[in-house]
C-alpha cells in the first residue's frame, strides 16, 4: 500500500495551523471554560490530529474530512481550541475543491442537514435564543465552508473547460490555415502542370516540323519557338516548383486564366454587387505590349478574383477599384480598394485562406504583398490589396535546374 504524498502548500498550513494552536495553548486560550475531560493537555489531541488532516486535505480529501470530523466532536470534550475549529473548515473546503464529484455535490446538502438539525434540536432541548448562536456557529464551520468549496471548484470547471474550447478552436484554426495552404498549393501545381506541359507540346511540335521538312527557314524558325518556349518553361519552374507539393486530386486542370480576362470578371463583380450597392472599375494603365510570363498573370488574375470576391463579402457600399500597371523597372503592381467593412479583413468560415493563398502566389514569384485597412482621404477608411509582381525578360537564358 502506498502512503500518501502531502502537497507542499498542504504540510506549510498543517505546520501553520499547528504553531499558531500551541501558542495559544500555551497562554490558556481556549473556547469553554468547562469541560468533562478536565486534563490540560487533551486539548492537544485534537489539535495535533486535526493538523495532521490539513497535511492530507490535497492528497486523501475523503479521509481528512472523516477523521477531522471525529477530531472536532472530540475537541467539544475538553476546553477547546479555536485553531482547531479553524482548520476544520479548511479540511471541509478542501473535501469538496479537491474531492470526489460525488462528494462534491454531496457535502455542501450534508453539512446543511446537519446545520438544521443541530439548531432545530438545541432549540427543542434548549428553549431560548442561545440555540440559534449554536446552529449559527455550525453552520459557519460546516455548510459556508463547503458552499465556498463548491463555488470556487464549479469557476475551476469552468475556466478549465472554457481553456479545453480555446485550445480545440485554436487546433481547429491551425488545421483550417494548413489545409488552406496546401489545397492552394495542389491548385498552383495543377496550373504549372498545364503552363509547363503548353511549352513542351509546342517543342514537340516545332521539333518535329524541324526534322520532317528539309528546309532552313522552317528550321531556324521552329529552333526559335523551341527556344522561347524552353526558356520560357524552365522560368515558370524555377518559381513554383521548389515550393509546390504533389497532388493527387481528381479534378481535371483547368485552362489558366489571364489579365485579358479581367475585364469579364469585373463585369460579372459589378453585376453581383448591385445589390449591395457596390460599384466596380478597372483602371489599367499599362503601357502597350506583349503578354506578360504566365505565371505573373496567373497571380495577378488570382489576386483580383480573390479581391473582389472578399469586397462582395464583407465591404460597405460604395465603389471597388481594380488598378493595373507597370514599375519603371518592369514588375506589374496590382491593387485592389474597396470600402471598409468595419471588419478587419475577412471573417467567414475558412476565413484567412484568401490572403493566405494570395500571399503564397506572391512570394513564389519573389514579390511584395501587402492587404490591410488604410486611411482614405475623406477620413474614413478602405480595405486596400496591393502586390508587386517582377517581370522576367523572355529571352533570358534557362539556368541549370536540377530536381
Not at 486535526?50 to 492530507?56: G, P, Q, R, S
Not at 479548511?90 to 446543511?112: E, K, L, N
Not at 454587387?273 to 505573373?296: K, N
Request: hydrophobic fraction near 45%; proline fraction near 6%; charge should be neutral.
Amino acid at each position: 500500500m502506498t502512503l500518501p504524498r502531502p502537497h507542499r502548500h498542504d504540510l506549510l498550513i498543517a505546520a501553520g495551523g499547528l504553531a499558531i494552536g500551541l501558542l495559544m495553548w500555551s497562554f490558556g486560550l481556549h473556547t469553554q471554560n468547562d469541560a468533562p475531560v478536565t486534563a490540560r493537555w487533551a486539548t492537544l489531541v485534537p489539535l495535533v490530529v486535526m493538523a495532521a488532516m490539513e497535511a492530507l486535505r490535497r492528497s486523501r480529501p475523503q479521509t481528512a474530512l472523516t477523521v477531522a470530523t471525529l477530531a472536532l466532536v472530540a475537541d467539544q470534550f475538553t476546553y477547546g481550541s479555536l485553531v482547531t475549529a479553524l482548520m476544520f473548515t479548511d479540511v471541509v473546503y478542501a473535501a469538496v475543491v479537491y474531492g470526489s464529484p460525488a462528494s462534491a455535490r454531496r457535502i455542501p446538502y450534508t453539512t446543511g442537514l446537519i446545520t438544521v438539525g443541530v439548531t432545530i434540536g438545541f432549540l427543542v432541548w434548549w428553549q431560548n435564543a442561545i440555540a440559534l448562536l449554536v446552529g449559527l456557529v455550525t453552520g459557519m464551520v460546516s455548510f459556508l465552508p463547503a458552499v465556498t468549496g463548491a463555488v470556487v471548484r464549479n469557476h475551476r470547471q469552468a475556466a478549465d473547460a472554457a481553456r479545453l474550447r480555446a485550445d480545440q478552436t485554436a487546433l481547429l484554426a491551425e488545421m483550417d490555415r494548413s489545409q488552406a495552404v496546401v489545397a492552394e498549393r495542389a491548385r498552383m501545381a495543377r496550373e504549372l502542370h498545364d503552363m509547363v506541359a503548353n511549352h513542351l507540346s509546342a517543342i514537340a511540335i516545332h521539333s518535329t516540323a524541324a526534322l520532317s521538312i528539309d528546309d532552313p527557314g522552317t528550321t531556324r524558325q521552329a529552333l526559335t519557338v523551341i527556344r522561347e518556349n524552353s526558356v520560357e518553361g524552365l522560368a515558370e519552374m524555377r518559381r513554383l516548383i521548389g515550393l509546390l507539393r504533389d497532388s493527387s486530386g481528381d479534378t481535371a486542370p483547368a485552362a489558366a486564366p489571364t489579365l485579358d480576362g479581367l475585364e469579364a470578371l469585373v463585369a460579372q463583380a459589378r453585376t453581383n454587387g448591385e445589390p449591395s450597392g457596390l460599384t466596380f472599375a478597372l483602371d489599367d494603365t499599362r503601357p502597350p505590349g506583349g503578354p506578360l510570363p504566365a505565371p505573373v498573370e496567373l497571380a495577378a488574375y488570382r489576386i483580383v478574383q480573390e479581391s473582389l470576391t472578399n469586397a462582395l463579402k464583407h465591404a460597405a457600399p460604395g465603389e471597388v477599384r481594380v488598378e493595373l500597371g507597370r514599375r519603371p523597372d518592369g514588375a506589374l503592381t496590382v491593387g485592389v480598394t474597396s470600402p471598409f467593412g468595419g471588419q478587419p479583413g475577412p471573417r467567414a468560415p475558412g476565413s484567412g485562406a484568401g490572403l493566405v493563398g494570395m500571399r503564397e502566389r506572391v512570394a513564389l514569384l519573389d514579390g511584395e504583398f501587402e492587404a490591410g485597412a488604410v486611411p482614405a482621404g475623406d477620413g474614413g477608411k478602405v480595405w486596400r490589396v496591393r502586390a508587386v509582381l517582377p517581370v522576367g525578360t523572355r529571352d533570358e537564358e534557362p539556368q541549370a535546374w536540377y530536381g
